[in-house]
């Protein structure tokens, strides 16, 4: 369950998110905050996830806000404000969307957050950490939450990637390279122009060939060299 | 004692006199032209930089109504619909009619009304938004856009940043010789000053060009109150 509230003194934009969220599974509203001192009052007494913020806001503007905050929840700044993006990656936080945004950009941003939790300290035992890793796919009007640990592979058809989990094939409507630009670097790797394995699940490589499963991913010729790396 | 001027040197004063009058003659004329020309230059110049001072409609403000309307759009269509009308005429305002030298007074009030109608329901937060209009002169033209520089201010430095009890009192009297234009909000005195910005600038430098010796910008601030004023003198 992600807890996350909102932090904005335009109730339309409560609205938007709120609305977004609700197509999610696992996403529970704590409040709705209309300035940062009423963010700040429920922060004293409550613990969340994830904070929906805007900038320009009465008294306190969102980065100084953010920067009272002695440990941070995860922070998706909206904004109608180009300008202050730089700033705000230096305040680490997890993504910065431009008002108004679509749900499939506001989607890429969850998965940025869900997809680095929890904020453990030992981001060291990557292992452990990736039992809990997980994102949401959009197939068709639907969101599935797929582990990560559960990715096999993913294959690129047209303007589709198909996602083969260990149960499941998941049709999403994004290019292979997006969808690699959310799953984490390390346990991904690329051996075609259409195909990216998840590491841990190759069984065998011969010749061209990388078995996973019942599955069999052709090793395109530009790639050999990252597979290589592998087998060193 | 007889004094006999030469023909010979009669003749050569006379000339010397002529081209001296004729030099005097073209060199006012130089004059004159380049005189002109500088003067047509500078025009010129005072024109294009009030082309370059005219300010457009906020950026942030647009974005922000942008995103107003694409929530609205699911919730209440019909509200949705008036939004995009009112957002559509005041771009159409901003963008074309500010273009020009004069625009009616008209224009300009429904300009400022349609402002404060988007920002009142931006907030939860109530606002109190009072905006009295008085106009005895139905043909008096003003440059554009001038107004609402200081209703954008009230709004800025006021409204958003105040948590509640936010006014914002607005006075506009149109008459024969003069334009009277007033606003007056409450703001968070305790927050620490922003140094004047770039708006009240530019307004000060558009009044000068367009308005040389014949307005008056008065800004006035008292403890938690600040009131501006600006009177054009139409005459």
């Known amino acids: ?232 | 004692m007889v004094f006999v001027i030469d023909d010979l040197e009669f003749e050569a004063t006379l000339f010397s006199f002529a081209t001296i009058i004729l030099i005097v003659i073209i060199g006012t004329r130089w004059i004159i032209r380049e005189m002109k020309l500088v003067n047509e230059l500078k025009n010129e110049k005072a024109k294009t930089e009030l082309q370059h001072l005219k300010s457009q409609v906020n950026p942030h403000f647009f974005f922000n109504m942008l995103n107003n309307l694409y929530g609205l759009i699911e919730v209440d269509s019909k509200k949705a619909q008036g939004l995009v009308l009112k957002l559509s005429d005041m771009m159409r305002y901003s963008i074309y009619d500010g273009q020009n030298e004069f625009v009616s007074i008209q224009e300009e009030v429904e300009y400022l009304k349609n402002y404060i109608e988007l920002h009142q329901m931006r907030y939860r937060k109530k606002i109190q938004i009072t905006f009295d209009v008085n106009v005895q002169n139905e043909t008096c033209k003003v440059t554009p856009l001038l107004f609402i520089i200081l209703l954008e201010n009230a709004f800025k430095h006021g409204v958003e940043n105040l948590r509640e009890n936010a006014f914002v009192k607005i006075d506009m009297s149109v008459k024969k010789r003069e334009v009277r234009f007033s606003v007056e909000n409450n703001f968070d005195a305790t927050q620490e000053e922003t140094k004047p910005g770039i708006g009240l600038k530019n307004l000060k430098r558009r009044l000068e060009l367009s308005y040389p010796e014949k307005h008056y910008l008065s800004l006035f601030k008292n403890e938690d109150i600040y009131v501006s004023e600006l009177i054009i003198s139409l005459v």
């Open chain 1, 1 to 232: 369950m992600i807890k996350y509230i909102i932090v904005d003194d335009e109730y339309i934009a409560h609205d938007i998110i709120k609305g977004y969220c609700d197509l999610l599974p696992n996403m529970e509203l704590q409040k709705n905050c209309y300035d940062a001192i009423e963010a700040l009052e429920y922060l004293n007494q409550h613990t969340v996830d994830l904070i929906f913020l805007d900038l320009n806001m009465p008294k306190l503007k969102g980065f100084e806000f953010l920067k009272t905050l002695s440990s941070p929840p995860k922070v998706i700044v909206t904004t109608a404000y180009k300008e202050f993006a730089l700033e705000g990656y230096e305040l680490n936080i997890s993504d910065y969307l431009l008002k108004p945004f679509s749900f499939e950009r506001f989607l890429k941003a969850i998965n940025k957050v869900v997809g680095t939790k929890p904020t453990t300290k030992s981001t060291l035992v990557n292992e452990v950490d990736n039992a809990v890793k997980s994102i949401f796919l959009r197939s068709n009007k639907k969101y599935v939450q797929v582990s990560i640990n559960d990715i096999l592979y993913a294959e690129a058809a047209g303007n589709y990637t198909k996602v083969i989990t260990i149960s499941d094939t998941i049709t999403i409507r994004e290019k292979i390279s997006d969808l690699l630009e959310v799953l984490p670097k390390e346990n991904f790797l690329q051996v075609h122009k259409s195909f990216a394995i998840a590491v841990k699940h190759i069984q065998s490589i011969e010749g061209n060939r990388i078995f996973i499963q019942e599955h069999i991913v052709p090793i395109g010729k530009m790639y050999k060299a990252n597979v290589n790396e592998l087998l060193k």
